[in-house]
């Protein structure tokens, strides 16, 4: 019965994982509108906003060992240049690894003569438009103890003879319901895994694959959980109101 708490747990644990917020940025020493490191200050302002926001900012040419092997951990701000006659004009970008932009700022402008408070206005105005909205999730986090994990899981799930009755964790129990669905589903292989159609063809479920043979992350409208085979029956397992809940369904492969 642990092992099968542990599997559940497992999991659920990788959902949560998914959904890390990032914790640190890179901003360049250099921006690439000037011909110096920081210019005004402006780089060092802008690497104090992010420390504000709450995270742990590095410069691009300042980064720790131990997050060059792994960029997707890392946001990365930058500053863009459009000025006119008369305005100086600056807007904050902010991507993730794969270069996608994922928040930007608004164009902060000043008309003030003098360069130096010129820009030093422009960005403050458009950092601040970015002030309490960057608690982004970072769907490429791995957790350094995934592979062990999933290698035990794997020898658990290969030994483990499941239990149907209702389990206890934590003092809330598994729903165990003899059917989710009147009718046996037909799954449809994907790209990523498979979909779940039913007699009408209409998709009720979407499945992603993962690294254990017969566990699948599972989607169903709003509620995430997982799709695991126990015995020779598959079960789809999620939480409701703090309540693990384990719903058995007939599935055609």
């Not at 994907?190 to 159609?197: P, V």
């Amino acid at each position: 019965m642990k092992k099968v708490i542990f599997i559940i747990a497992l999991f659920f644990s990788f959902f949560l994982q998914a959904q890390e917020k990032y914790k640190y940025v890179i901003v360049p020493s250099q921006f690439s509108f000037f011909k110096e490191a920081d210019k005004y200050n402006l780089n060092s302002l802008t690497k104090s906003f992010f420390e504000t926001e709450g995270f742990i900012v590095f410069y691009d040419t300042d980064m720790p060992d131990h997050l060059l092997n792994d960029r997707c951990e890392m946001l990365y701000a930058d500053v863009l240049e459009n000025n006119k006659l008369f305005t100086t004009n600056l807007n904050v970008n902010i991507k993730d690894c794969a270069n996608k932009i994922i928040a930007e700022s608004v164009i902060g402008t000043s008309r003030d003569k003098d360069f130096q408070r010129a820009y030093t206005i422009a960005l403050r105005n458009a950092l601040t438009s970015l002030r309490g909205k960057l608690n982004f999730a970072n769907t490429y986090v791995k957790s350094q103890n995934k592979t062990q994990e999933i290698k035990e899981a794997k020898n658990i799930i290969k030994s483990e003879k499941y239990n149907n009755s209702d389990l206890i964790v934590d003092n809330q129990t598994i729903k165990n319901d003899k059917k989710e669905f009147d009718e046996k589903l037909t799954a449809i292989e994907t790209a990523s895994g498979y979909k779940l159609l039913n007699s009408k063809g209409l998709e009720i479920m979407v499945l992603g694959n993962t690294s254990v043979d017969n566990v699948f992350f599972a989607y169903r409208d709003r509620i995430q959980g997982i799709l695991i085979r126990k015995i020779n029956d598959w079960y789809f397992d999620y939480y409701e109101k703090g309540v693990l809940v384990s719903k058995k369904i007939d599935i055609a492969f």
